[in-house]
């Protein structure tokens, strides 16, 4: 089965700095990944995934095979960007997309 | 708002009785997904449905849940027989496509559930 790490259950961060969330996976094949977000008293929401290869509020994310991994990155970290990051992928053959446990970034002003 | 609705925001029972969640999707998506998270894990698939039918079931959802989607509008979550290990948020999303699960999911806010 299909499985999803995100390794740290925290990140902090001063604004300005570089950040980089991490997120590995298991799968075996061309893996769909996305990441989804979610502010302070706000719902979950997609922020990007990697078949756009679109760049959001400035983070970008790719993918790579060799290390699957799809970590999310951001050059310059603003203090809204403090908030809950999910990695997720679709299980295969399946409607399902799993979830890594999240991990909590707090930008410092 | 014209985005996923649920109800009610919280819900606290007692261990044994039974509870009923709703979620309304929004109105042209045709797909609907139950998730459920507890504090400190990402949301776990629990059901999906492409309009009415309901087809594809996770091995969380007990016997003691059931959830249908009558004539492809909202959707309606029922736990039996509550127990502890029910208390989580239960989180609906929505979205439309005809395709895999690329498309985008939109949340709505969930239910939170506290079996006492």
């Known amino acids: 089965a299909q499985r999803v790490t995100q390794p740290e259950k925290l990140l902090s961060v001063f604004k300005g700095a570089p950040v980089e969330l991490k997120c590995n996976y298991s799968?075996?094949?061309?893996?769909?990944l996305f990441w989804y977000v979610q502010y302070s008293r706000q719902r979950l929401q997609l922020l990007l995934r990697h078949i756009s290869r679109e760049s959001i509020k400035g983070f970008t994310a790719d993918l790579n095979k060799g290390e699957t991994s799809f970590h999310l990155k951001k050059p310059f970290a603003q203090e809204e960007d403090s908030a809950m990051y999910y990695c997720a992928l679709p299980q295969g053959g399946s409607e399902k997309l799993v979830f890594g446990k999240g991990t909590k970034l707090t930008v410092n002003p | 708002d014209t985005g996923v609705s649920q109800n009610p925001r919280h819900k606290i029972t007692k261990r044994g009785q039974n509870v009923t969640f709703r979620c309304d999707p929004i109105?042209?998506?045709?797909?609907l997904y139950w998730y459920r998270q507890t504090l400190g894990q990402g949301p776990e698939f629990l059901t999906y449905?492409?309009?009415?039918?309901?087809?594809?079931k996770s091995r969380l959802l007990s016997d003691r849940f059931s959830a249908e989607r009558p004539k492809g509008s909202f959707s309606t979550l029922e736990i039996q027989r509550t127990e502890q290990g029910d208390s989580a948020m239960y989180l609906c999303a929505s979205s439309f496509g005809q395709r895999t699960i690329n498309e985008k999911l939109f949340f709505g806010s969930g239910t939170q559930l506290s079996v006492l």
């Open positions: 449905f492409q309009n009415e039918a309901q087809l594809e």
């Open positions: 109105s042209e998506h045709n797909r």
């Open positions: 799968y075996s094949g061309s893996p769909e």
